[in-house]
């Protein structure tokens, strides 16, 4: 059953001769659990389409479903709170705040939508990011690859709907690499949690349930993998 359904998405940037249409009537849907890799050359449109999916961006023309739900029906309010609880990103480059701690910029995200962190809930993510010795160090006293775990912990932890990555993977090494992809599949088989993954890493797209494949904004290729249960 679809969960997640992008609708002839559309996104045009510019006009006339300096017209760009970055996404051209992409339609797809996603059921509940599954991780889905998305593949393309720079440029493709991979990464404008994980924007609209997690109403960073609006697209031109189309629609954005979640579990029945109008996205971009929503009015600015609750489009912002939908952002805050059903969608956790994660990015290449981290996006840690220096001056917090790893726990601190993990729990950020639920201290800003106004909720209190259970201690207990703090304790698990941050053994099951592997953090729990480096809970009180900042970011500058991290390896990439647990600043990267920080990143996911923060995604994960208001246990959103949605998980949308845009290259987890692209500013690591093949073993951190590898230890990222194990702990978002581990997420996703035991939250059941959707996942979207845009990746230039062949290995990476093969552990995904199934791969999207997107040329000049537009879906040329959808293929499962055989990963999914």
Not at 46 to 56: N, P
Not at 69 to 96: C, E, M, P, S, T
Not at 153 to 175: C, H, M
């Amino acid at each position: 059953m679809e969960f997640l359904k992008a609708e002839n998405l559309c996104k045009i940037y510019g006009k006339g001769e300096n017209e760009v249409k970055a996404l051209d009537n992409v339609s797809f849907s996603v059921p509940k659990g599954q991780m889905t890799a998305v593949i393309g050359a720079s440029g493709s449109g991979k990464s404008t389409l994980l924007h609209i999916l997690g109403a960073v961006d609006k697209p031109t023309s189309g629609k954005v479903w979640l579990d029945g739900q109008d996205v971009f029906a929503q009015n600015a309010k609750n489009l912002a709170i939908f952002r805050r609880r059903q969608v956790g990103l994660i990015y290449q480059f981290y996006n840690l705040i220096p001056v917090l701690s790893a726990e601190e910029n993990m729990i950020l995200p639920m201290l800003m939508d106004g909720r209190k962190p259970d201690p207990s809930q703090i304790d698990e993510m941050l053994r099951l990011m592997n953090l729990t010795e480096r809970r009180n160090h900042l970011p500058s006293q991290l390896s990439g690859g647990q600043q990267q775990r920080v990143s996911i912990g923060r995604a994960l932890f208001t246990s959103p709907a949605v998980i949308l990555a845009d290259e987890p993977t692209g500013n690591l090494d093949s073993q951190n690499s590898m230890e990222i992809i194990q702990l978002l599949r581990k997420s996703n088989q035991e939250r059941r949690q959707t996942m979207l993954i845009i990746t230039h890493d062949e290995n990476v797209a093969l552990q995904c349930d199934r791969i999207l494949t997107i040329s000049d904004g537009r879906i040329v290729n959808d293929v499962l993998t055989g990963q999914g249960a």
